[in-house]
């Protein structure tokens, strides 16, 4: 059971930073700069990219979903720390529920 818990966290806790850094942090303000401030078009493209990311599944279309969520959120915040403990929660949220409820 504590090794159960130790991942929900840590693996929550790993995704949700470096899937922030890399795919909004990084991939997102590339396209902005890229596509001359067209935020918009930016935040679609980092999402349809980070949905089939994770495969060619519903979870792509759910990672879809909030990738634009996340990239909505940076975009109007311009910090990373909001997306990352949203990303982490959610993770949290989905992995406990994948092992508990469905176990």
């Given at each position: 059971m504590?090794?159960?818990?130790?991942?929900?966290?840590?693996?929550?806790?790993?995704?949700?930073?470096?899937?922030?850094?890399?795919w909004r942090g990084y991939l997102q303000t590339r396209l902005d700069n890229k596509l001359s401030g067209k935020t918009g078009i930016a935040i679609v493209i980092q999402a349809i990219l980070f949905g089939l990311w994770h495969g060619t599944s519903i979870h792509a279309v759910f990672t879809t979903i909030f990738g634009l969520i996340y990239g909505l959120v940076y975009a109007k915040m311009k910090r990373?720390?909001?997306?990352?403990?949203?990303?982490?929660?959610?993770?949290?949220l989905g992995f406990s529920y994948m092992y508990f409820m469905m176990a």
């Open positions: 504590t090794i159960v818990v130790y991942t929900i966290v840590v693996t929550s806790l790993t995704a949700g930073v470096c899937e922030e850094i890399i990373l720390m909001p997306v990352i403990v949203g990303h982490w929660l959610g993770d949290a």
